[in-house]
């Protein structure tokens, strides 16, 4: 892996079904990422289930299975390597349970693969009010992700059309322009998962199409600054004790710097513990910056102590804990109303919470951001509205404006996305820092 490219983290979203996992398997075979004997084997193996059209998708399913089996701060087979950057890939499977993964997965990502199938009645359902392409278009812009790609995927099946392709980039880019994306920046891809029709290659069936391949859009991704400025914020993904280490916690630097010998908080608990070393792709650092998914040795703290959602931070500078905070949201699902005294789960960065809709102070039309009415008694489906919350618990939030990878959140009730929204004021509570216990 070159360390002289520049990191992206890449995520790959749209409606199940749509060809991600093909997509995704056949472009690492593309870039090199797997060799052509591992490919030969996931073939055979693919065949022998009577699966053979799923080859490619055995690629990455049978990398998520090797995933889970293993331990591994930072996984090799997820990256892949284009000639400008190289990419670590977040799985993003399509159904219901993936929201909760690509909201508290370790990788916040830098730019996102919408991929849409161009198959008759696949394209209808996933853009239907309940299909997931609606609602991952609007999760992606409300989490941050600022660059949108699309692929226009399994064009094979309809006979490579110009007439559908417009069809489609005309539907989707006015789902774009609703959710706030500036469409004329985002790339419609025509192609194919599955023959690998203008994934890296110019494809001879797509000669009416004069834009770049899916490969060329993702060397054309503008990364966004580093905020190396801001105070230190890790959120911890997970604890583990190492033989011969002691305590590891394992996340995601997302703004400032972490220095071996340093003294950091550890809220909400109110831990102070000193860096002990630093990890990332098993080799040691000094220091470690946003965007790098680090192993960091805490001394003297027990990993009983630490769990995931609590947030590394400076001793000068702590994260803060909040007793309550402001959200501006959009409900993107409920099937009646939602009222003051409602009590779902809260997703931010690492973190789930329970809390409660304290008070709606004020509804607002989502086409213009304008205020339309003052303390509304409920708010439905479709509706963007202020909200006063109340965490059960303590919780680490900051401000949107001033740490936004920390301020942004999703609500989630019944195995649902039912809201998403970002942090605009809180109300922080005061938490004396102490030694951890060993």
Wanted: hydrophobic residues 35%; charged residues 25%; neutral net charge.
């Amino acid at each position: 892996m070159s360390s002289k490219k520049e990191h992206v983290n890449l995520v790959i979203i749209g409606h199940v079904d749509a060809g991600k996992s093909t997509t995704t398997g056949h472009l690492l075979i593309l870039t090199g990422a797997i060799t052509d004997r591992e490919m030969r084997e996931m073939e055979a193996e693919a065949q022998k289930l009577d699966k053979s059209s799923f080859k490619y998708a055995f690629v990455f399913d049978r990398l998520k299975e090797e995933r889970e089996r293993g331990l591994t701060i930072d996984l090799a087979f997820r990256k892949f390597e284009t000639p400008k950057f190289y990419f670590t890939l977040i799985d993003a499977p399509g159904h219901r349970d993936f929201i909760k993964n690509m909201i508290t997965g370790s990788s916040q990502a830098d730019a996102a693969v919408l991929v849409v199938s161009a198959k008759k009645g696949e394209f209808e359902a996933g853009i239907s009010a309940g299909g997931q392409t609606r609602e991952h278009a609007f999760l992606a812009r409300t989490l941050g992700v600022n660059q949108m790609i699309v692929l226009v995927n399994k064009m094979d099946t309809v006979d490579w059309s110009q007439e559908r392709y417009n069809e489609i980039k005309d539907e989707i880019t006015d789902l774009l322009k609703q959710v706030g994306y500036p469409v004329k920046d985002v790339p419609f891809i025509p192609g194919s998962g599955w023959t690998g029709d203008n994934l890296k290659e110019r494809s001879s069936n797509l000669k009416w199409y004069d834009g770049p391949t899916l490969l060329e859009a993702l060397d054309n991704i503008k990364l966004p600054p580093k905020p190396v400025d801001k105070p230190f914020r890790l959120p911890i993904q997970d604890v583990y004790s190492i033989k011969g280490i002691g305590t590891v916690v394992v996340g995601r630097v997302e703004t400032g710097k972490i220095k071996k010998g340093q003294q950091v908080a550890i809220l909400p608990p109110g831990f102070t513990s000193e860096v002990r070393s630093i990890e990332m792709h098993y080799e040691e650092l000094p220091e470690a910056i946003p965007g790098d998914n680090i192993g960091v040795a805490l001394r003297g703290i027990s990993h009983k102590e630490l769990k995931r959602g609590m947030v590394l931070s400076p001793t000068d500078k702590p994260a803060s804990t909040v007793e309550e905070f402001t959200g501006q949201i959009i409900v993107i699902y409920h099937p009646t109303v939602v009222s003051p005294g409602y009590t779902p789960v809260i997703h931010a960065h690492t973190a789930q919470q329970a809390c409660t809709f304290v008070s709606i102070k004020q509804k607002i039309d989502p086409r213009s951001g304008q205020v339309s009415q003052e303390n509304p008694d409920y708010i439905k489906q479709g509706d963007a509205a202020v909200v006063e919350f109340k965490p059960l618990r303590p919780l680490v939030l900051e401000k949107y404006a001033e740490i936004p990878q920390l301020g942004r959140f999703a609500v989630r009730d019944m195995g649902r996305t039912i809201a998403v929204g970002v942090v605009k004021e809180i109300k922080a509570k005061e938490v004396p820092l102490k030694a951890g216990k060993k």
